[in-house]
């Protein structure tokens, strides 16, 4: 199955005149190189961090998260299409 | 005889440590190990022995240590007076055992440093919204997309969060995505 299948996971809000799920105000980014940790000394892996901000009826919350490169290029990849589809009707 | 099973004994404890440390196994207890392997030892003796393989393990994990500098680093702990040391058994079943699992037990520490939530997977889709019970649309694309969020070693508990973009947003979210890309590019390339 291919479709968004998650039903009890969208919260849905009837705001203003339409049915809205979380939306998404900002997403910020920070990227850079993990030289070493507490449990490895010398690393030299790259980190790249996440933070959307989102929209939950009245306030907003903040999504953070940790990606590899693969996940990263994903991620583009499939808003990419996600546009893609987008232009088609407007 | 007595050599060939005492390395595996070791090799078996290394495992069991390894298994809890690295790779989030959290049905491997000391009390597991010592049951199956070491009965005839007292809690103490075995303790000891468990705690210095532990700790020479994490030594050699955390500076990574290639064939060379493991050698010379079991060298002098097979040196060392007393208690603290190993024996040449440890020494060798330590040494076969991290040739075989360094690459896996690195790639473990690196995904234990990152501390957020990765993107396990994401679905999307894209709606055209042509009426609505109530009031107007606007007749333009939404995108719905869904985020798979999880920690590695979590098994199978993911967050699922659900967000809505206008044509604007994924605009901007491409933009922000490619100002990222930049940065990659010039770390990357440089190395």
């Known amino acids: ?90 | 005889m007595a050599d060939a099973d005492s390395q595996r004994c070791v090799s078996a404890l290394l495992n069991g440590i390894t298994q809890t440390l690295y790779y989030g196994n959290t049905e491997i207890t000391e009390e597991f190990l010592k049951n199956e392997l070491y009965a005839e030892m007292t809690q103490d003796e075995f303790r000891a022995l468990h705690d210095k393989m532990r700790s020479l393990l994490k030594s050699i994990a955390s500076a990574d240590m290639d064939q060379a500098q493991l050698e010379a680093f079991l060298t002098a702990q097979t040196r060392k007076q007393g208690g603290s040391g190993v024996t040449p058994e440890q020494a060798a079943a330590l040494a076969r055992f991290w040739k075989a699992h360094r690459t896996r037990v690195r790639e473990s520490l690196l995904a234990q440093s990152r501390w957020e939530p990765g993107l396990r997977g994401l679905k999307w889709r894209v709606d055209l919204h042509t009426s609505a019970s109530r009031g107007q649309v606007s007749n333009s694309p939404v995108a719905l997309v869904e985020l798979e969020l999880g920690r590695p070693g979590e098994g199978e508990s993911s967050e699922f969060v659900c967000l809505e973009f206008d044509e604007q947003k994924v605009n901007l979210v491409l933009k922000k995505m490619a100002e990222l890309q930049e940065s990659i590019d010039s770390v990357v390339h440089r190395s």
């Open chain 1, 1 to 90: 199955e291919n479709t968004i299948i998650h039903y009890p996971v969208l919260s849905r809000l009837a705001v203003g005149q339409t049915l809205m799920v979380n939306q998404l105000v900002d997403m910020e980014w920070k990227f850079g190189v993990t030289v070493g940790t507490s449990e490895l000394q010398k690393t030299g892996n790259i980190f790249l961090q996440l933070k959307l901000v989102i929209r939950k009826g009245n306030k907003t919350e903040n999504v953070y998260m940790e990606l590899t490169l693969p996940q990263f290029y994903n991620f583009l990849h499939e808003m990419e299409r996600a546009k893609a589809s987008m232009d088609c009707f407007s």
